[in-house]
């Protein structure tokens, strides 16, 4: 069984930061796409940043610049730094990663339950 688990969410003020961490555990043999959401009350799920197996990066255009996807393979940890928080940054934010389970060499899509951040004005 693959569990995807999301921390380092929190109360900060306008213009902090904060690092989230995803970490998968369980039979894994790969990780490939790494994906961070976030979901603010009564808005839909959006994707802010995204990073391939081999270490490509995207960004939605609105945290361009302030935020950064990076991952640690050995440590099958995937953190999204957030600089320069704004109060539209506030949600609860989600990982979702395409694994390879380590038994039969399945793909599957995981989602975590989430970290909430809430920023200040």
């Known amino acids: 069984q693959v569990q995807l688990v999301e921390s380092g969410g929190g109360l900060v003020q306008a213009g902090g930061s904060l690092r989230l961490s995803c970490v998968a555990s369980?039979?894994?043999?790969?990780?490939?796409?790494v994906d961070w959401y976030r979901q603010a009350p009564g808005k839909r799920r959006e994707s802010v940043a995204s990073?391939?197996?081999?270490?490509?990066?995207n960004y939605a255009d609105s945290v361009k610049g302030r935020f950064t996807i990076s991952r640690d393979n050995a440590k099958n940890t995937v953190f999204l730094l957030m600089n320069n928080l704004k109060p539209e940054d506030t949600a609860r934010y989600f990982c979702?990663?395409?694994?390879?389970?380590?038994?039969?060499?399945?793909?599957?899509?995981?989602w975590g339950q989430g970290t909430q951040v809430t920023v200040s004005s």
């Open positions: 979702n990663a395409v694994i390879v389970t380590g038994d039969l060499h399945l793909s599957y899509s995981y």
């Open positions: 369980g039979s894994i043999f790969s990780i490939n796409d």
């Open positions: 990073i391939t197996g081999g270490g490509s990066t």
